[in-house]
């Protein structure tokens, strides 16, 4: 069995080198989907996994925009279509200095499977840019992304590839682009997730990836007959994940104590409310401020350059971006008590620290399962759009809330070990076999 992993992911080692990030995201599906695939010839006939691996097109172009100074300035633009067995791909736009194409296809192959578990028609995709929003006025933004949406267009549609947010993109933006989309298809369809309210988007949408997130932990805590009331929560990030976050757990009767930003994070042992939330809110989405400012205006501690793993917590919920929670910081987590877990942003626990949880029964939720409220309210987002419709808040809170208790009974359904769930294991079976019933059912496509 052991060998079979090993030539197959040998061969993805040489088809994709120099590509760590998505090597360290087949590398952890492949240790569970393999030994499963061994048992169903059928798929391994079928050569299943090294489709799945390869995307279906990716496409690459030049973004040529002009700055405030009247500079010509040029990024690259990407959108990884990885998988569409089960639907129209989908998935964020990220624009952020470090985005390449490993970085896009390691998000684009946990999408294939995070949609898969929502168990909505929706494939998965990813894309975005090497721009940096960062220090940019709102009309470079707006020349930027008219000018990625230019090219980006010919290849999208509300039937072919919805984008939406992730770093970097957040409502700003996706405005923009779907106002340029219009523009050059002449059509207003939901070719785009995350609009605004007023031209088509999803109440519940901005709030969804932290709020799924903790709907997820509530029912990992129900599993032990615990619930969040009390609980210490160490959040990191400071962005769209990390603020819906922080206001659901507060909700809940849970305590969050950090916030961060890569500059540093701020611990405030008294707990951020939802007064203390707005203000990081407004530092964040309007100001576009340091997370900083928080430790001077509530007179906390400032940590710069450093992470929230240090501060003792009982749960700790890393909302930024992959591989910020190393094996150190896991073992100080262990060392401090935390119990539990789970990942708002993408792939952020690197391999040594899953592996540091796991061996030690911390409940360890991944992303795939535990942040997939996002994608799948986007989803809820294109049927109203498709429908013509708009539902209430209420509606599309307890539709997430409702598929989010479905992923964690798939994640129990497969992962379930004698005397706890592995999530991991759970997460990537329960995602793959749609998707893989789906690629067989459709022909060697
Ligand atoms: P935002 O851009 O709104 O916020 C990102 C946050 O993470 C900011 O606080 C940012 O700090 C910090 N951050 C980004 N890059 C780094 C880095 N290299 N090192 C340290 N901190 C960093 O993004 P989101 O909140 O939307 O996304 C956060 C994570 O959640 C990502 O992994 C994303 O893929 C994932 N996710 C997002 C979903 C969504 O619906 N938006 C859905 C599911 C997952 P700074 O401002 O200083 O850069
Ligand atoms: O990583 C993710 O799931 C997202 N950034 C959300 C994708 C989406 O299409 O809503």
Redesign the pocket.
Known sequence: MQTAVKAIIEDVYARNPHEPEFLQAVQEVAEIIIPYMNEHPEYLKANLFERLVEPERMIVFRVPWVDDAGNFRINRGYRVQMNSAIGPYKG?L?F?P?VNPSILKF?AFEQVLKNSLTMLPMGGGKGGSDFDP?GKSDQEVMRFCQSFMTELHRHIGAETDVP???????SREVGFLFGQYKRLANEFSGVIT?KGFAYGGSLIRPE??GYGLLFFVEEMLKEKGDSLMGKVITV????????HAIEKAIQMGGKPVTA????GMIYDPNGIDLEKLAYIKEL?NTRRG??SEYAEKYQVEYHPGK?PWHIPCDIALP????N?LDEEDARVLIENGCMLVAE?????TTPEAVRRFQNLHITYAP?KAS?????AT?GLEMTQNALHASWTAEKVESELKQIMQSIHSQCKQYGQNYNYIDYVKGANLAGFIRVAEAMLAEGHV
């Open positions: 964020g990220r952020h470090s998000l960062k939406a947010g992730d770093i970097g993109v957040g995350g969804a990836t990191s990030g400071s962005g769209n994940v990390a603020q961060s930003d890569s500059s964040k340091r997370i992470k909302c930024a971006t992959q910020e708002g942003a993408n792939m952020p992303g942040n997939a409220g996002g994608v986007s």
